[in-house]
Each structure stands twice: as C-alpha cells, then as structure tokens.
C-alpha cells in the first residue's frame, strides 16, 4: 500500500474486489451454459425415445417380420411354384433374402448394447457408419424383396386362390390370441 496515496501497488497484482468481478464472470458464463440445458434436454428425451423405438422395432417387429416370412411366406412359395426354373429362382431369392436376414440380425446384435444404453439415458457410444450400414443394407434387402420376390410369389399363390388363403389363414393364425380354456 502506498502511504502517500493510501492506493494499493499495482505490482501487488489484483485485490479483494477484483476477485468478485472475475467470480460474477465466471458464474455468468456459467449461467449461459445452462441457458443452453433445456433444448438439450429436449434432445436427450428424443434420443432415449428413438432407442427404446428402435429396439422394440428390431427386437419385435422385424424378428416377427423375418419368421413370418421365412416359416410362412417363404415356404408358400416354393411350395407353390413350378418345377423348374420358376422353383430354382424362387429357391435362389429365399436363399439370398434368407443369408440377408442373417446378416440383418448380426449387424442388430452387434448394435444393440449401444441402443440400450442410450435407451436407459447412459453414455452410448453408437457409431454413425454402423447404424448408417445396418439401414443401407435392409434398405437394399426390402427393395429386392419388393422389386423381385413379393410380385413373384403374388403371382405364384396368385394362380390358385386356395394358395393364397392358405398363406393368409397360416399369418391370421400366427397373430390370434390363443383363448382361455374353460373348464
């Protein structure tokens, strides 16, 4: 402290008062983070709620999906096609579309502790190339069953009504809740 002015040295560096300037600095740019919370938040909630989607859609629906069609469609099918080339290219797509969903349900299985995580609010470390990966390649598997197989086997069933009912009264069964015994 200098005697004659009664000032603090500036050599001394800052002093009491400046320590509470730099404390509202840094509670301000504390209180500007936390601005940013609420959509963050809104994104989290969405993350955890395209996981918990996600694995009823891949844990369910396309498990279900996938046995409907190789248990009933797939079957139908060959069943029902014409000796010959008509039966060996229908056997060749069941073949492939088959090893597809395979692949399908390795890629799921490989994901799938990740998606969970995120379900559950966790720190996932879900990489983009793979989810990328496993959408491209179901991507590539429904369009050659909608391009090549599915008009196929409606023509093949196509051909004698009772085929066709048959495959829709095996799916209808599939899906009807058993009833309760009575006694």
């Known amino acids: 402290m200098n005697a004659a002015t009664g000032s603090a040295d500036a050599a001394q560096g800052p002093g009491p008062i400046e320590g509470f300037s730099d ?5 301000l740019s504390g209180l500007r983070d936390f601005a940013e919370l609420p959509p963050l938040q809104d994104a989290a909630q969405r993350a955890r709620s395209i996981a918990r989607r996600t694995l009823a859609l891949l844990d369910h629906a396309v498990q279900v999906h996938h046995a409907e069609e190789e248990q009933e469609l797939f079957t139908a099918v060959l069943r029902s096609a014409r000796p010959g080339a008509e039966h060996e290219r229908v056997q060749a797509l069941v073949r492939q579309l ?5 692949e399908i349900e390795a890629l799921w299985r490989k994901l799938r502790p990740e998606v969970s995580h995120a379900a559950a609010g966790k720190a996932s470390q879900l990489r983009e190339d793979a989810v990328k990966l496993l959408a491209e390649v179901y991507g590539m ?7 090549d197989f599915l008009p196929l086997a409606r023509d093949i069933l196509g051909r004698n009504g009772n085929h066709m009912a048959a495959l829709g009264m095996s799916l209808h069964m599939r899906h009807a809740a058993v009833p309760a015994a009575h006694i």
Not at 23 to 27: D, P, W
Not at 98 to 102: K, N
Request: proline share 0%; aromatic share 0%; hydrophobic share 25%.
């Open 23 to 27: 404390c509202h600095a840094g509670i």
């Open 98 to 102: 088959t090893d597809e969903h395979r």
């Open 141 to 147: 598997h429904a369009e050659l069953e909608e391009r």
